[in-house]
């Protein structure tokens, strides 16, 4: 039976204690889906407004479909193309993801399944507070520059509730500089 | 003790693993500063053990091997650690 001492004991300690404070838990979060989310969610937004309100044929609405499922398809294949040039995934990573699809997939099904209950500027702002949980979430695991995008998209839902004419601008520009503009800045902090 | 986890370059490979989903045979080898047939003799013997787990596939056409900690190996690693701890403590 092979025994240890207490020199080899406090070695194997150290060891221990030094791979586990290497471990870096930073959040790959990836730059792209922000942007690709944010503009995407802005688009659909305005141009709902604009159909709405300002005269646009309802026959435009039909680009919705068709960029809701660019998005996906881009987000699949990215996803795709990152995992598999990783060397290694944190379990940090893996609860972020978690949260991610499960708050974008709620705000999915409230927009396409719950239409009647959140029509209008409601599916936009439903949007919103899922963008909003996102970014804070990656906030919450010390990136600033989340948490200053996640305070952005929660100031422009409620700038909305009190500036209505303009609500669908505004959430617009909050998902266009708090979401796509926290991705912009991702990239730009990875180069 | 958990004799398996007697070896510095295994107890190295959990603790490794300890943090994340999985991480793939080459970056482990960089990590511990490891021959790969040193690890994989190593390896082999904490996923025989229940200790780890394998997953073989491609990427870019070459294959890759990734390892995952299991339930078991954690468990394993948190009691043989407070068994070090003792151990020191003891002098």
Redesign the interface.
């Known amino acids: 039976m092979q025994r240890i001492d207490a020199t080899e004991a406090r070695d194997h300690i150290e060891m221990v204690d030094r791979i586990l404070a290497e471990s870096h838990q930073r959040l790959c979060t990836g730059g792209e889906y922000f942007i690709v989310w944010g503009v995407i969610s802005a688009y659909v937004t305005i141009l709902a407004d604009t159909v709405g309100h300002r005269g646009l044929p309802a026959s435009a609405l039909w680009t919705v479909p068709v960029v809701l499922l660019a998005g996906a398809l881009f987000s699949i294949v990215r996803g795709r193309l990152t995992r598999s040039v990783l060397k290694r995934s944190s379990l940090l990573q893996r609860e972020f993801f978690n949260v991610l699809w499960l708050t974008l997939g709620m705000a999915f099904v409230a927009d396409v399944a719950v239409f009647n209950i959140f029509a209008g500027l409601a599916s936009a702002a439903v949007w919103s507070v899922a963008e909003a949980i996102v970014l804070l979430y990656i906030g919450m695991h010390g990136n600033r520059r989340a948490q200053i995008a996640g305070v952005l998209v929660v100031v422009s839902l409620i700038v909305a509730n009190f500036a209505h004419p303009f609500a669908a601008y505004i959430l617009a520009a909050g998902m266009l500089v708090g979401y796509a503009g926290f991705g912009v800045s991702e990239l730009l902090a990875r180069d | 003790?958990d004799?398996l986890l007697?070896s510095?370059v295994r107890?190295?490979v959990v603790?490794?693993l300890?943090?994340?989903?999985?991480?793939?045979f080459?970056?482990l080898a960089r990590?511990l500063d490891v021959t790969g047939g040193n690890l994989g003799a190593h390896l082999g013997k904490l996923v025989e053990a229940g200790y780890v787990e394998e997953e073989k596939n491609f990427?870019?056409k070459r294959p890759q091997t990734r390892y995952r900690l299991t339930q078991r190996g954690r468990d394993a690693f948190a009691d043989h650690?407070s068994q070090?701890?003792s151990?020191?403590k003891?002098?």
């Open positions: 003790m004799e007697l510095k107890l190295g603790a490794e300890l943090s994340y989903d999985w991480v793939a080459a970056e990590s990427v870019n650690v070090l701890q151990l020191i003891a002098l």
